[in-house]
Each structure stands twice: as structure tokens, then as C-alpha cells.
Nanobody, 120 residues
Framework: QVQLVESGGGLVQAGGSLRLSCAASGRTFSSYAMGWFRQAPGKEREVVATISWGFGSTYYADSAKGRFTISRDNAKNTVYLQMNSLKPEDTAVYYC?????????????WGQGTQVTVSS
């Protein structure tokens, strides 16, 4: 019943911006951590950013610091990833995920992903 739907991906030139959204349904996740992950062709999935919906504590991968911002809207049960100053190496399928229990960072639920392509 839990479902995550990502949106906002697309094709953008280097230096441009995109805003990804992830709408969750089936449960209220105000106290659950949410993460954005990405997987590029031929590479393993990696974490981009995470946020605790309960307290708003955030984590960013080194590659995302200073360029990406993760945020949440508990009323809409939605998390966002604002992506600025995009680089070709950001090209990947981006996935959102929700933790298995409140305040856990063991991610159990995953969306289908949204493609982000950054041209040079």
C-alpha cells in the first residue's frame, strides 16, 4: 500500500537546475527519514541526501553539498530535492526512499525513479 512517486526529472544543460518531488501515500511519514539516491549507468546506487521528517536533520553526500537542498512538506507528505549547478556527472536515475520505522535510516520503501540527464 505504501507508494512513492518521483517527478521533476528531465534533460537540462550543465549549470541548470531541476526540482525533484516525491509524493508518498499509504502512510503519514512525518517521523520517518526520507532519502534521495541515484544510480548512473554501470554504477552502484548511491545516497545523495537524506532528511528526517520528524526533526529536519539533513545529510548530504560530498558531491551534493553546496548544490543540492533536500526539504520536506509534512502536510503534503512530500519531499523535494532542489538541484542547482548541475553537472554532467549528476546524470542518473534518481530514487526516493523512506525508512522502515521512525528515526531509522534503514530504507525500506522505494520509488520507481526519475531520469535526470545533464548535457555538457
Amino acid at each position: 500500500q505504501v507508494q512513492l512517486v518521483e517527478s521533476g526529472g528531465g534533460l537540462v544543460q550543465a549549470g541548470g537546475s531541476l526540482r525533484l518531488s516525491c509524493a508518498a501515500s499509504g502512510r503519514t511519514f512525518s517521523s520517518y527519514a526520507m532519502g534521495w539516491f541515484r544510480q548512473a549507468p554501470g554504477k552502484e546506487r548511491e545516497v545523495v541526501a537524506t532528511i528526517s521528517w520528524g526533526f529536519g536533520s539533513t545529510y548530504y553526500a560530498d558531491s551534493a553539498k553546496g548544490r543540492f537542498t533536500i526539504s520536506r512538506d509534512n502536510a503534503k507528505n512530500t519531499v523535494y530535492l532542489q538541484m542547482n549547478s548541475l553537472k554532467p556527472e549528476d546524470t542518473a536515475v534518481y530514487y526516493c526512499a523512506v525508512a522502515s520505522s521512525p528515526y531509522s535510516h534503514d530504507y525500506k520503501y522505494w520509488g520507481q525513479g526519475t531520469q535526470v540527464t545533464v548535457s555538457s
